[in-house]
């Protein structure tokens, strides 16, 4: 973004590379919409390595290279614009939301974004995710936790990171679902659950779903709305490791339900003790 003078915009295009690859060098014919502060859209076909996008007369406090995540490329921006788009990300459309994030992401993977960035952005936008943003936060932690083979302290505090950012929304969906309550609230809380029992392993949450995932084993639904099936199972394993894992799996035998079958598969694939399995 370039204020000094005429007001625009420097596009520059190039291939992603992860940290330590080197893809051959080439460029795009590639359509681009910039959006400037949720009420201007300035759309290209940029189809040389750099240019520049006139912006109007007044020099915008933010810009969004890529408007509704529409456009198939990756974005960044330098630290002064990456950090207002990472301050505005609540007040953001959804679509927005998701492609800054997968962008922090991908930047982050490149070397080019910071991790403090990329939490930072998270923790702004978790008290308002609608339930596709959680589904990609929760997709985005996930890769996160595994390429980072996050261990000891490291990963006690990633753990505890996502359980604070998440158990206040848990707390106010609740596990029970509400009569009359809305499809994006019931979305919401498997998001949520899934979050606070895989990633965060919660012990709030753990041992509130627990239980429910024990009476499912046995057949007993009870209260349990069917979005939490598979993270109250997997809070079970987690609870009772060994203890559960053998009844469990039994049940996995004797049903014929197509979708407790998947739910004990994915429940079981938490624990990572091997007498569980035999």
Request: include cysteine.
């Amino acid at each position: 973004l370039d204020c000094e003078g005429v007001i625009g915009a420097r596009l520059t295009q190039g291939p992603y590379t992860a940290l330590d690859t080197h893809p051959a060098q080439r460029s795009w014919r590639v359509p681009v919409c910039l959006g400037v502060e949720a009420k201007d859209h300035y759309c290209r076909l940029v189809d040389r390595k750099s240019e520049d996008v006139l912006l109007g007369a007044t020099c915008p406090t933010s810009i969004n290279p890529n408007e509704g995540g529409s456009g198939y490329y990756r974005y960044d921006v330098d630290s002064i614009d990456r950090d207002a788009l990472i301050r505005e990300i609540a007040t953001q459309d959804p679509r927005d939301q998701i492609a800054l994030l997968y962008n922090l992401f991908a930047g982050l993977q490149a070397g080019e974004v910071s991790s403090a960035e990329f939490l930072r952005a998270l923790a702004n936008v978790a008290p308002v995710a609608r339930w596709d943003v959680l589904d990609s936060i929760d997709r985005l932690l996930h890769a996160l936790r595994l390429q980072s083979g996050l261990s000891g302290s490291d990963l006690n505090f990633y753990r505890d990171f996502v359980s604070r950012l998440f158990s206040p929304r848990m707390k106010t969906v609740g596990y029970a679902a509400s009569p009359g309550e809305e499809p994006s609230v019931a979305l919401a809380r498997g998001r949520l659950a899934a979050l606070l029992v895989t990633e965060a392993q919660d012990g709030d949450t753990i041992a509130s779903l627990g239980p429910l995932g024990q009476s499912l084993a046995q057949g007993q639904r009870a209260n349990l709305p069917p979005e939490l099936d598979g993270e109250a199972l997997r809070a079970a394993v987690i609870a009772g490791g060994g203890r559960f894992s053998g009844p469990l799996m039994r049940a996995y035998v004797t049903s014929n339900e197509e979708d407790f079958r998947r739910h004990v598969v994915y429940a079981l694939a938490v624990s990572e003790d091997p007498s569980a399995f035999q």
